[in-house]
């Protein structure tokens, strides 16, 4: 099934990509930042108020009897906040790729061009770009670009600017293998995941036996 948020146009000369999350759902972002905000709001609550292991009373006893300049006081204080901060430094990724923000993602025989809206930036009005030459870009690959428990999101990965690029995330199967034969028929280093053959596969005897 075709995602109504992505367009892609694939010609002779250049391969043109387009994710439109706001068309459809304009506020998604604003509305996941809140959520994550909430969340990490509840989870101090928990560390704050709820009792510790083997009984022990909650990290609130500490804070609120101990001295600010005891060390048991900047204990529970880097542990309160100290958590939170580390699980979305874990999870950033992952978030932002979750709740995407508009992205394009054109490639000629010269040079790759991306632009994407600013995460957070919910009036949708302010687009980063960056260009690679064909020569810059190695690896271009079907991948998971961002993880959490139990869960990957996919989309492609290249390398390039001295480190790795990750776009369009939430590409299927099917449209990123047509994405990667124009991109590799123009010249780019592409690379073929033995998962996406496997899944292309699978789709293709689907298809057949239906």
């Not at 010609?11 to 387009?18: A, I, L, N």
């Amino acid at each position: 099934m075709a995602d109504p948020n992505l367009q892609i146009d694939i010609e002779d000369q250049s391969v043109s990509v387009r994710l439109d999350i706001s068309k459809y759902s304009p506020h998604q972002r604003f509305y996941a930042c809140i959520f994550y905000i909430a969340l990490g709001a509840l989870l101090i609550c928990v560390l704050l108020f709820a009792p510790l292991l083997h009984g022990e009373p909650s990290m609130w006893r500490d804070l609120s009897t101990y001295p600010v300049d005891s060390g048991m006081f900047i204990v529970a204080l880097a542990i309160l906040f100290g958590t939170p901060l580390l699980m979305f430094l874990l999870l950033r990724r992952y978030m932002i790729f979750a709740n995407p923000s508009d992205e394009t993602f054109r490639c000629d025989r010269t040079a790759l061009t991306i632009s994407r809206l600013r995460w957070l930036d919910f009036s949708n009005t302010h687009w980063d770009t960056r260009s690679y030459t064909l020569g810059e870009i190695g690896n271009l690959r079907y991948q998971a670009i961002a993880y959490a428990k139990n869960a990957s999101i996919y989309g492609l990965r290249f390398n390039a600017g001295g480190g790795t690029q990750r776009v369009l995330p939430g590409l299927n199967p099917r449209d990123a293998d047509k994405i990667l034969k124009a991109l590799k028929a123009f010249g780019v280093d592409t690379t073929y995941d033995p998962k996406l053959l496997k899944i292309l596969a699978e789709d293709a005897g689907d298809h057949w036996n239906s």
